[in-house]
């Protein structure tokens, strides 16, 4: 992606700094029953914070060297000017049917961090929490993606981000709230499926956005949508299940597969047409 240079979303809290407070010991995210709070990443059992291996730091990591420093500042950077391109084409979106876009706040952390939704550490991975409307990215998911997911190049952090974003558009819509007044009235099996079909549609939505960052600005290198299409193949619940498990329970799907995971990026990218997202409805996924 083309971003050298690009404006820079000013709607950024900078919390690289300070200390995550009063993070709760296996990390994860508490506050869960208040809001509901969406992750990058799913795997339904694989809750990280229940993975001894991947819970919270007790404290906090390392400092950065000067090499690291750079390479995170310009990761920075990198995740504002992608916000700042979600704020034109969100913004042209709601405008063109007569509504007006409020533009969410990125929190930028590092290991544990406070939110309305609760205590999260790194181990959860980037998730945007409706309670206060922001998103939550700790930078070093970017490392992550690349040597737990093995994935390449810049643009799969565009697609977490504009995910977040598009979880954002849920709450603006009230589809966040009709879903999370499921969750007292469903079993946890029942509820997975409502859940997968938010985060397939925040997948969507991230798809919606590349097609019209591209028709707006024409910053989308080649190779941009594959590597987006890498990332959803990596982080789809069968694969992240397989990994953690060995084996695959759908029941306990959160986010989707990872053919559905690449099925709704690439329709929102090829239709560019929110009204195409009714993932609620899909024969699919019913
Ligand atoms: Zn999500």
């Known amino acids: 992606m083309q971003w050298l240079g690009r404006r820079e979303s000013s709607n950024v809290e900078d919390r690289r700094g300070m200390s995550g407070g009063t993070l709760l010991k296996g990390g994860g995210i508490v506050g869960v029953l208040v809001y509901l709070v969406s992750t990058f990443l799913g795997?339904?059992?694989?809750?990280?914070?229940?993975?001894?291996?991947?819970?919270?730091?007790?404290?906090?990591?390392?400092?950065?060297?000067?090499?690291?420093q750079s390479k995170d500042e310009e990761r920075a950077k990198f995740v504002k000017v992608v916000l700042a391109e979600t704020e034109d084409v969100w913004n042209e979106i709601f405008t063109a049917s007569g509504n007006r876009y409020q533009e969410p706040t990125l929190v930028l952390f590092?290991?544990?961090?406070?939110?309305?939704?609760?205590?999260?550490?790194?181990?959860?991975?980037?998730?945007?929490?409706?309670?206060?409307?922001?998103?939550?990215?700790?930078l070093s998911?970017?490392?992550?993606?690349?040597?737990?997911?093995?994935?390449?190049?810049?643009?799969?952090m565009a697609y977490v981000v504009a995910h977040e974003v598009g979880h954002h558009i849920q709450n603006l819509m009230?589809?966040?709230?009709?879903?999370?007044?499921?969750?007292?009235?469903?079993?946890?099996t029942e509820f997975n499926r409502y859940s997968v079909m938010m985060e397939l549609q925040a997948d969507f939505y991230a798809g919606v956005w590349a097609n019209h960052t591209q028709k707006l600005k024409n910053n989308l290198d080649p190779g941009d949508i594959d590597e987006a299409l890498n990332a959803a193949n990596a982080i789809g619940d069968d694969n992240l299940q397989k990994q953690a498990t060995g084996h695959i329970t759908p029941d306990a799907f959160t986010h989707g597969t990872s053919a559905q995971r690449i099925y709704w990026f690439k329709k929102g990218y090829t239709t560019g047409d929110i009204k195409q997202g009714d993932t609620f409805n899909d024969p699919s996924l019913q």
């Not at 009230?174 to 946890?188: D, H, M, Y």
């Open 43 to 68: 795997g339904g059992e694989i809750d990280p914070s229940k993975i001894p291996g991947l819970a919270a730091p007790s404290s906090q990591s390392a400092p950065l060297s000067p090499a690291e």
């Open 110 to 138: 590092r290991d544990g961090v406070e939110s309305a939704c609760g205590s999260a550490s790194s181990a959860s991975g980037p998730f945007y929490c409706p309670g206060d409307a922001k998103l939550y990215v700790d």
């Open 141 to 156: 998911f970017y490392q992550e993606l690349q040597e737990r997911f093995n994935v390449a190049g810049d643009f799969p």
């Open 174 to 188: 009230g589809t966040a709230e009709k879903v999370n007044r499921l969750r007292s009235q469903l079993s946890e």
